[in-house]
């Protein structure tokens, strides 16, 4: 099984600032089977990132996603109010795994 | 505009079968990978498995021996029974398409809201 292991575990930002997400794999993955989901509370995660890199419908530019091999990262350009929230990577090997999340807070 | 709602008991006894059912809207349920997501409070998501139309299935390891997914196209619906229940089992369980883009890569770009399933006698 491959383990996902995301860091920081949070991230305190004031809106404005730029978000760095790392999301490290215990095996390499194929960066078509690497995806990036936002969930806030009580609601139900949301697809950003597919492929490593490629920004699901609707989701803005300031979202980008990129990363190969063992090493993923998801950034924020200028977190916006509604950006902050807990953030999950996803492998789609065998079997799919879910990084244990990095949640964004205001600062 | 695709939609999934869980539905079943929200309550279910140790050693007992909890099941679920996801019910599709507004698309076919036809030529996709559907799957079942969970979620303790407070904590990350776990993937339990998933279904093709076509009935053939995947599941977690560590829930593999518990675990039935099957699929009614005519209702467009699929489920979950997860088998001798425990505690550890308590969660919000969501259903979600899984979709594979042009590149190959899969993702879940469709979810239902989630329901809660407690594990209590």
């Known amino acids: 099984e491959i383990v996902l292991t995301q860091s920081p575990g949070t991230l305190s930002l004031s809106p404005g600032e730029r978000a760095t997400l790392s999301c490290r794999a215990s095996q390499s993955v194929s960066s078509s089977y690497l995806a990036w989901y936002q969930q806030k509370p009580g609601q139900a995660p949301r697809l950003l990132i597919y492929g490593a890199s490629s920004r699901a419908t609707g989701i803005p530019d300031r979202f980008s996603g990129s990363g190969s091999g063992t090493d993923f990262t998801l950034t924020i350009s200028r977190l916006e109010p509604e950006d902050f929230a807990v953030y999950y990577c996803?492998?789609?090997?065998?079997?799919?795994?879910f990084g244990q999340g990095t949640k964004v807070e205001i600062k | 505009q695709v939609q999934l709602q869980e539905s079943g008991p929200g309550l279910v006894k140790p050693s007992e079968t909890l099941s679920l059912t996801c019910t599709v809207s507004g698309g076919s349920i036809s030529s996709y990978y559907w799957s079942w997501i969970r979620q303790p409070a407070g904590k990350g998501l776990e993937w339990i498995g998933r279904i093709y139309t076509s009935g053939s299935t995947n599941y977690n390891p560590s829930l593999k021996s518990r675990v039935t997914m099957s699929v009614d196209t005519s209702k467009n619906q699929f489920s979950l029974k997860l088998s001798s229940v425990t505690a550890a089992d308590t969660a919000v369980y969501y259903c979600a398409r899984v979709s594979k883009g042009a590149t190959g890569a899969y993702y879940f770009d469709y979810w239902g809201q989630g329901t809660l399933v407690t594990v209590s006698s």
């Open positions: 996803q492998q789609y090997g065998s079997p799919w795994t």
